[in-house]
Structures are given as structure tokens and as C-alpha cells.
């Protein structure tokens, strides 16, 4: 399923961008890239606007309605992009800091087959990538970054 960007070749940048991680009996493995967008080319992190996945009166959704939403509000950023606002991370507005920045253009597979979102966390003073598992229903505690 490809999603914003309608390309798909992008596959290769995300893994590129991806880091091993540990599992729970300590050993080293790879993500697999299962679904991925093309990273935006105009992207201007400092106009980026936080945007709740949620409607009024809802408590969460579901991880399929949360990224159909994703390319709804334009929020539709992926691993490559994240990638980016780290690297120029004083760029990000401070309005989101309270947040995590969810990248769901990308999806993720661990070697059990769970699949995750990308994630950009703040704390300690700094951003930094993490991984969210999206299995499960998706409450309001993380933003789209949205260009409008």
C-alpha cells in the first residue's frame, strides 16, 4: 500500500536509515521494511504543524484508520523524513515537544512479525528515533507532523 507520495522507491533509503535492534533473548536483528513513502521533497521542518490522528470525541483509533488519516491531514511522513528532522532537529517546532511525532509512511516488521511505526521522541533536551508498535489501538499522546 503506498500512500502521500503514491512512489514506492523509497524502500531502499528506509533501510538504509534503519539500525539493528535487540531482541528479547539478546540477540542482534534487522527491521524489515514492509511498507514505505517516498521521503518529501519539500519538506520544511520549521513550518511543520503538530495534528492530532484524533476527532472530537474520540479516545483512539485504529492503526488502519490512524494511517488513512496520516495522508488525510497530510501527515504522511516516513523513516527517511524523520531521518532529516533529526538531523536538523533545532528546525522542529517546540509546540511539539510534548509529543511523539509519529511516521507512518513507513512500516516496520520485527524478526516476530509485529510491525511498527517510526517515532520521533523528545527528551532529555534532544529528539531521538524510536519505534512504535502499531497492533495495538492508537490513543492521543503522539502528533502527525503536517505541512499544513
Not at 12 to 17: R, V
Not at 63 to 84: I, Q, S
Not at 89 to 116: A, C, H, M, W
Amino acid at each position: 500500500m503506498v500512500h502521500q507520495n503514491q512512489q514506492f522507491p523509497s524502500l531502499t533509503l528506509a533501510a538504509e536509515h534503519l539500525y539493528k535492534y535487540v531482541d528479547k533473548n539478546g540477540n542482534k536483528m534487522k527491521w524489515e521494511v514492509v511498507e514505505d513513502v517516498a521521503p518529501s521533497d519539500q519538506l520544511d521542518i520549521s513550518k511543520l504543524k503538530p495534528r492530532s490522528f484524533l476527532k472530537n470525541g474520540e479516545k483512539y483509533i485504529t492503526r488502519e484508520e490512524m494511517r488513512k488519516r496520516a495522508v488525510e491531514f497530510k501527515g504522511n511522513l516516513g523513516l527517511c523524513d524523520g531521518k532529516r528532522m533529526l538531523a536538523e532537529q533545532d528546525k522542529i517546532p517546540k509546540e511539539f515537544r510534548n509529543f511523539n511525532i509519529s511516521l507512518p509512511g513507513t512500516v516496520l516488521s520485527d524478526s516476530s512479525g509485529l510491525l511498527y511505526v517510526p517515532c520521533l521522541c523528545y527528551r532529555g533536551g534532544r529528539w531521538y528515533l524510536d519505534f512504535c508498535y502499531i497492533g495495538i489501538d492508537w490513543y492521543g499522546r503522539d502528533r502527525f507532523a503536517c505541512s499544513e
